[in-house]
């Protein structure tokens, strides 16, 4: 089956620490979008790729970083210069120039 | 800065009930704006809309978009539990050729009661 998947689902980590969470798409698409989900306030975008090997910040880049080493991955590192990191967190990926963007199940984020 | 806005921000209503979701934005480059539904946790596409006045429609969900006034409209007729979701929407204001760039207003929260 083809689709996009994330992991961990659910994640618990120490104040300070910087934490990597995994996206994965056998979907053959180039495009590739990181989004963060608070309560009340949409999706955001955080990074976004459009190819191997490159990446664009969204709107609220500061705090996290992204590589595109291969065409399927496309890994999202919070780090401890992210201010209030608890949230739920939503990859994306697309066909290169197409509108519609398919979600992977998530990852919730919790920093204790 | 571009901006999605969506109303109301939450909506309880009974089976049958028909409800409109709202969806006005002003972006600096309009593609597209697209209705996607969240019932757990991966967002599902509904419709693209691109030109205005020309209506979208699949089942019980329809919507049309207003490019002089810069809105959208979701509706739903004879609503059912499983309609229960957030309703997302989202503008394409992608410059250049960074295609697929949303802004997402913050959703609508809809809950039908039996």
């Known amino acids: 089956d083809g689709g996009i998947t994330q992991s961990p689902k659910y994640l618990f980590r120490k104040e300070g620490q910087n934490v990597t969470l995994s996206c994965e798409q056998n979907l053959n698409h180039d495009a590739m979008y990181w989004y963060r989900q608070d309560p009340g306030q949409g999706l955001r975008l955080i990074y976004y790729?459009?190819?191997?090997?490159?990446?664009q910040k969204g709107d609220i880049a500061e705090g996290y970083s992204v590589s595109r080493e291969k065409k399927e991955s496309f890994p999202l590192t919070v780090t401890s210069a992210q201010k209030n990191p608890t949230a739920f967190y939503l990859c994306?990926?697309?066909?290169?120039?197409?509108?519609?963007?398919?979600f992977g199940p998530g990852t919730r984020l919790t920093v204790l | 800065e571009d901006k999605v806005v969506q109303s109301p921000l939450s909506l309880v209503v009974h089976e049958g009930d028909t409800v409109t979701l709202n969806c006005s934005y002003e972006v600096t480059n309009f593609r597209s704006l697209l209705w996607y539904k969240q019932e757990k946790k991966a967002p599902t596409f509904l419709f693209m809309l691109?030109?205005?006045?020309i209506e979208k429609k699949s089942g019980r969900l329809s919507s049309i978009l207003d490019k002089k006034e810069l809105f959208s409209i979701l509706n739903i007729t004879a609503t059912q539990t499983g309609d229960s979701a957030i309703y997302l929407c989202a503008v394409d204001n992608a410059g250049g050729t960074s295609y697929g760039k949303l802004t997402f207003g913050q959703g609508t929260i809809l809950t039908v009661h039996p």
């Open positions: 691109t030109s205005s006045g």
């Open positions: 790729s459009q190819i191997v090997n490159d990446f």
């Open positions: 994306a990926s697309s066909i290169l120039g197409w509108y519609e963007q398919f």
